[in-house]
């Protein structure tokens, strides 16, 4: 058999263990996996009802266009029905893109470290990846833009982004979509979205107007509290989205994801209540990092990416031991760093607690 020799230089998915699987392994009786960026709140109570309804028509394939959350979540956003294409989470729309436009003949562009499936996909389908390192934890868009050439079909921008927390701001991303060329598909991933509160953040969906090589990528599954069920979008404009839609199979996102998501978008207060409470954990954290002298990035999603200056996975299985299951930054280009997502004020606080008395352990 011959598999595409690039697949050679690729690993499947490392699931993490199960926090059943932790806790045995560990004797402990409780754990908290604050790992995922997954809200620490669940999601709406609408949903629960919705989805109890849908149960009973198990039987019945889904609506392969998803009509009732299109309507819904069109009116939400502002934008036409034509203009969103929906995924098997926002990672599906990720490789419904790379499927669509890239080959080996083509390169694509991104920031290092970001979130590892538009690189994944890009060397499935055979393309070039360019990589620019983030500085001081932002992407080097200028940089970005030096590397594009004829065969450029995609530059990826991550903002929020992941591991990060950092957003691109509105001057300094309208300048960039200005000096791409129309040829080259710019992917902008918003799965956190929904959590940013920065005063300069832009206004995304009304730059599809003036920017038609723009696709914009959003999840249910963060602030929406949705992750198991597997749902994401992408919204550009109705051509582009017309183009690249034979990629997606028919059924690709189930009936419970669907009605699932309408719920969501139709309780906007929950996600207010949850991005409030988000905003005062990343202040229960940073206070944290300034007593204690660590050195974060200031982040716009639902995580924070703190700098232990040692080597992350000893933090790591120091908080597993004590039941908290936080993310290495080994495996995310942070080698010195842990990515921890924000939970409830009383998780917070004790696994603030915990690694202060690990810090102060360390300077003994
Ligand atoms: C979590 C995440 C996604 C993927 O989310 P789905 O569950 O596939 O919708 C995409 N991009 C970034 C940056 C993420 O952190």
Known sequence: MDIKKQLLSLTPYQPGKTMEEVKRELGLDKIIKLASNENPFGCSKNVTNAILLQMEKAAAYPDGYARQLRTTLASHLDVSEQQLIFGNGSDEVIQIVCRALLDSGKNT?????TFPQYKHN???????????PLKDGYHQLQQMLDQIDGNTAIVWLCSPNNPTGTYINELKLSDFLQKVPATCLVVLDEAYY??????DYPDTLKLLDSYPNLLITRTFSKAYGLASFRIGYGVANEELINRIEPVREPFN?????QVAATAGVLDQEFIKECVQ?????LDQFYSFCQEMNLAYYPSEGNFILIDFKTDADIVFHYLLTKGYIVRSGKALGFPTSLRITIGKQDQNEEIISLLKEYQLKQAM
């Open 109 to 113: 562009i991104m920031a290092t470290p």
């Open 194 to 199: 929904e959590y940013v509160t920065a005063e």
């Open 277 to 281: 409470k988000n905003k005062e954990g």
């Open 253 to 257: 996102t189930n009936s419970i994801a």
């Open 122 to 132: 890009a060397i499935i389908e055979g393309a070039e990846v360019r990589e620019v």
